[in-house]
Each structure stands twice: as C-alpha cells, then as structure tokens.
C-alpha cells in the first residue's frame, strides 16, 4: 500500500487520481477539506482499509497525519509518500485562508 501524505494543495488528490487511473489501482480519497467526519472515525475508515486490503494508493487527511500512531501504523502497512509544494501554491490550491506553514527567517546556505 502506497499513503500519501503532505499539507493541504500538496498534490495527494492529483497524484492518487492519475496514478490510480494509470494503473488500474484502487484509490480512497481521506484528504477531501471540509469533510464531516472526524479523526476516529477517519482513523476506523483508514483501519479497516489497511485490514482488507480495499484499496492500494490513500491520500491521508492533513488531521490524520498529526497522530503519531497513525503514521506508524502506515510506515508498518505500506510506504509513505510525502508530498510538498510551494507553501503559497499549496494554501492557494487548499482552500484554507489561513496559513498552512509558519513564516520562518530565511536559511543562510554556504556554497549553494
């Protein structure tokens, strides 16, 4: 099994649904914002997934993925994919109005 994850506008959606088409392989979609359930029940969907194999590729919601158990439980399952874009692009393509990573000074590199 294939998990991705990353922040909000990171490509989960996009990603599961090209590869998945591509491939003939089962895709579920536990990243969709604004979704009316919540982290138990996200975490009961994800569990019986991983139990009876019902789906291949699984782009993990942004709530999901701060419990350390559930990421331990998907490294022991499968792989982890993580995602990341731009942070302007991801916050532009999430839906959130509020930052999605925190402003921080920028790094100073030696030598490129």
């Known amino acids: 099994m294939i998990f991705l994850a990353g922040p909000p506008g990171a490509g989960k959606i996009a990603l599961g649904n090209k590869v998945c088409a591509e491939l003939d392989l089962r895709f579920l979609d536990l990243s969709r914002p604004n979704m009316p359930r919540t982290v138990d029940a996200e975490r009961h969907v994800l569990e019986a997934t991983i139990g009876d194999r019902s789906a291949d590729v699984i782009a993990l919601s942004w709530s999901l993925q701060q419990h350390a158990a559930v990421l ?9 994919l993580l995602l990341w874009a731009h942070p302007l692009d991801m916050q ?10 925190t402003p921080v000074k920028s790094l100073e590199t030696r030598g490129g």
């Open 72 to 80: 331990r439980l998907t490294r022991r399952s499968g792989i982890v």
């Open 92 to 101: 532009a393509r999430s839906g959130y109005s509020e930052p999605l990573v």
